[in-house]
């Protein structure tokens, strides 16, 4: 038998769902707002009543005692409940309908009253101050009973004061026009409050869409979720709003961008400066895995526009993976000079065989000879002119690796170098990135030809590295330092159009320059001058005297 279910408790509060918290909120303010402003306007309008009810008594009595008779009948003639100035009294009160109009004579004796038997007794509130001149506005009761009173004095023609003049209005009339004013307040009250819950209900449909019917709870686990993820993953995350301004940077996206919180609320141009990666961010370079350079760092870059007509960055580092393909370039270039030494080694083996073979050992001690004094004078010439040991080794294996691609690879009569570089890696990856490209760009041309050109001026280093081979149109020598264009197929392990930008941002670190022109004779002229590339003021390498240009023959 299967147990019973526990019961479900009855769960007081506010609804889970963001339309209806939203909703029930709204309306509950529209409704505070609805009373709140019916009480603040109530409680006001009693005072106006009782303000309107007195100076319309004040006014009444002061009408009454402009009547030039009245004095006269009130100083000549004595109280009477048929006389004249009851008889002009009540026709005032009947017209005006007010509750009572009093005429009095100085002494406080009642000339008029709606009660007849009140008529020649004394009033029954104090006239002091409307007997003294004084016009007086007041709530107060009296022998009808509690009403809004104004008082008057009453004077003759020289302005002595010979009575006084009270009208009442009376109270009850008061409260029955506030009471009276109520429903319409409670009707203008309840309009509002059905303006303010039609408002809010259309205010929490679009809150429904806009959140996807979701739960407060849910929306705050979804935002600690996407503060962890955004915090915790390791590429780099920037959103922007449809304005174009930076709204979001994960830490990811600071690091490799070297930027920190002050960018958010500015454009990618204001927060990076103008360039590829301020570009790409922007929307203004389109496509997928866009290559950027950053500083030191090779990055790749996407961008997804959102519905609210933002988009949202991504960028992962390639630095490492860059570093990685070019060590891997390297190693081939390596392999392909060690593999031109071999072919080279086994045609001079064959031939040194047949010659020994034939027995012309005079002409084998010869061939030997040469082999090895060319070989020596190769790497002695290059070292003569180029002082460093990485940029000498560099050369002459790239020149074994143009013989083997049937490219003479010259080194300047020019050339004078001493060992005197303060970034001499930095040197060899400018150097050995021009001299792969000019190989490229000569390679299977007949008469092929890379001239390298390395010297020194005072502390600057000047490198020029010209080919044969078609050389660059005027239109592409400001783009080919770009990230990510390049004219070559990419090999499988990186892309292309990383090399020409690498050596740019180098001489730029360095408050240099990289330019590209036309060669003498056709074919492209790579120039890069870098300031403070050497250390201290040595003395200057004198030039040796014009000789024939080294290049390296593949021997056959």
Known sequence: MSPTPPARRLRLG??????????LMQVAIAAGVAVL??????????????????????????????????????????????????????????????????????????????????I?????????????????MEIDSGTLGRSARGKVPLRDGDGT?????????????????????IPGLFAYAGGALAVGALAAWLISRRVHRQTRDLAFSDIAALLSEREAMLHGIREGVVALDRAGRIRLLNDEAQRLLSIGDTAV?????????????ADVLAGRVTGTDLLTVRGQRVLVANRMPTDD?????????????????????????????????????????????GLLELEMYDDAVEFVGEVVGDHRATAEQVTERIEDPLLAALLVGKATVAAERGVALWVSDRTRLPDRLIDSRGLVTVVGNLVDNALDAVAGKPH?????????????????????GPGIPPEHRELIFTEGWSTKKPPAHRERGIGLSLVRRFAERQGGSATVGEAHGGGAEFTVVLPEALAGDGPEPALAAPSAPQTAKKES
């Open 14 to 23: 506010l609804p889970r769902r963001v339309f209806s918290q939203v909703l």
């Open 37 to 118: 402003a019916t009480g603040l306007f109530l409680a006001p309008l009693g005072d106006q009543l009782d303000d309107q009810a007195m100076r319309r008594a004040l006014a009444i009595a002061q009408t009454t005692a402009q009547q030039p008779e009245l004095v006269r009948e009130v100083r000549d003639t004595p109280p009477s409940p048929n006389g004249p100035v009851q008889r002009e009294a009540e026709r005032i009160r009947k017209a005006t309908k007010a509750e009572y109009i009093v005429v009095m004579d100085w002494r406080g004796v009642r000339w008029s009253h709606p009660d007849r038997k009140q």
């Open 120 to 136: 020649g007794g004394i009033v029954s509130t104090d006239p002091g101050q409307a007997l003294a001149g004084k016009e007086v």
């Open 161 to 181: 004061v010979v009575g006084a003049v009270s009208v009442g209005i009376a109270y009850d009339n008061v409260r029955a026009r506030l009471i009276h004013a």
């Open 265 to 277: 609320g500015r454009s990618p141009d204001e927060a990076l400066g103008t360039g590829r990666t």
């Open 309 to 353: 007509g933002g988009a949202v960055a991504t960028l992962r580092d390639r630095t490492e993976l860059e570093q990685l393909g070019r060590e891997l370039d390297s190693t081939r270039g390596l392999i392909d000079a060690l593999r031109a030494q071999d072919h080279e080694h086994a045609n001079r083996m064959h031939t040194l065989l």
């Open 448 to 468: 092929a030809r890379v001239e390298v050109e390395l010297r020194a001026e005072g502390r600057t280093a000047i490198l020029r590295v010209r080919d044969t």
